[in-house]
């Protein structure tokens, strides 16, 4: 394992100490290390929803990438590929409360799930109304490793950003969870690795890929998908992973949709356009007309080789809160 | 060889269409395959001083990620870690000019600082104004593989950007390159590999590292730097990095500056937050301050895993450029 780590138990104190610092414009670490997250820079809006995700790391930019003004409240960073615990997303939720309630954008992966849940109670008890929305857009398989029903996956940022939105604008509580509802709705990913990745205190590959095979369906954490196949071409790889993600979500004649190619870590830009390329083109063919594009590193499982692809059926409204600013260190624009 | 590519020949014509249908509100790309380059949508500025950079594919999001409001006019892809020739350097200089001339930015690569110049004699002869500047900020070896003198790598992003927004406000072509020119001699990188990467045409490693081996002062092409090492921590890579660095820009008590970590295209972002957080306290102890950053993969090199460390002294008219609104695909702010 070669890795530009220091000690493998502190790579996450480290890595989040060095963001904080990196973009204190944007962001806030908390102070205490037995409670750690990442909160807006300036804390939290006095009358607006505030949001906050969390999860194990090593899926970054996801979360911590994502909080600031149009996004994220706070982030809740887990050890590698390791739900946080319910103190810390208790903390956050407390940090991000600006008095109109507090959503949770989860993962559904059992751990997140059971310790966003105890956090929610906990919050309550400090009179902080939270409202959950379960993010499980990965089709590949039902029921996993880590999950009962399907995981959460690079779906999860479209929830992000386009909840995020709607809070921005003055949505109330309600408003906002339903929202995040719709588009975890509408949304649907699959993956695929070429290489399996390395945690760092486990010092060796999550599993095993042969030279000329990879794993179609494949979870963020490495968890098995739906077959192993020889290594083929990107139009042929593109072609299962569309064809999964387009059934499931009916996509049909007339369709307007988000179309988003997510690498794992370690793919390079270039591969992952040729993906879009075909990917686009397959939506097309069935008379759908991507309307929004997003290409690039989102949720990453460390230095996995590999992507995903994502779409998202569009409706008016959410097209406008996907487009509205966005001021986060991994998403900007319009502001 | 695994890799997200159908035809290895095709991948850098593959991956820019890709690339110019995700983001054509941004980017367009020429229609002359044999002349291939991306250009600003909406086409040249009347008046403005035009941008145009390029070289060999594989560093993405170098160059074509830079093209758009405040930065680039154009971005000429060759193959594969190959200069592109100099017709579609010429078809892009005559893209991107406003009738205020056109500057060339060049990283020094002997095949890339010869196909410009032709490239800018032609364009002489189309009566275009072209001045160059070559970006050689890589402190590690002086000749390269494919260099007399020193290379340019990571370095030529904030080139771009500065010398960008100065384009942008308005000044003209001699200004320009004096930004460009000072921009250039106060900026150093130095790069470390832990993994080499596979030219999808070659289809085997550039290079061969030893398991338990680095490559310190390593090229964006896998050229050799300065010495292989055993693998070691963060602190002490960085440590050697930014001291090269730091040495030859002279970093004294007193100096504002930028610190920019790049990844080289397979390292997970939590790494190369690890590298600012050292590189940061370094630069501190030696009584400057960090006023901008910038980390993330701007320059890579394919899928090779490793990071670069960058430093430019700031003046207060490169920050006010550089902090001026940029909107491209892989930089974006302030508009």
Sequence with gaps: MKKLINDPQQVVAESVAGFALAHSDLVTMSQDPDALFVSRAGGAVPGKVGLVSGGGSGHEPLHAGFVGVGMLDAAVPGAVFTSPTPDPIQAATKAADGG????????????????????????????????????????????????????????????????????????????????????????????????????????????????????????????????????????????????????????TSGDKLLLMVNGMGGTPASELYIVYGRARAMLEERGATVERSLVGNYVTSLEMQGASVTVLRLDDELTDLYDAPVVTTALRWGA
Tied chains: 1, 2.
């Design 100 to 251: 109109a309630g507090v959503l949770h954008i989860v993962k559904n992966y059992t751990g997140d799930v059971l310790n966003f849940e105890t956090a929610a109670e906990l919050a309550e008890m400090d009179d902080i109304t939270v409202k959950t929305v379960v993010v499980n857009d990965d089709v590949a398989v039902q029921d996993s490793l880590y999950t009962a029903g399907r995981r959460g996956v690079a779906g999860t940022v479209l929830v992000e950003k386009i909840a995020g939105a709607a809070a921005e604008r003055g949505d109330d509580l309600e408003k906002v969870h339903e929202i995040a509802t719709r588009v975890n709705a509408g949304v649907r990913s699959m993956g695929v690795a070429l290489t399996a990745c390395t945690v760092p205190h486990a010092g060796k590959p999550s599993f095993d890929l042969g030279e000329d095979e990879i794993e179609i369906g494949i979870g963020i954490h490495g968890e098995p998908g739906r077959e192993r196949i020889p290594a083929a071409s990107a139009d042929e790889i593109t072609g299962h992973l569309l064809t999964a993600v387009a059934d499931d979500l009916q996509v």
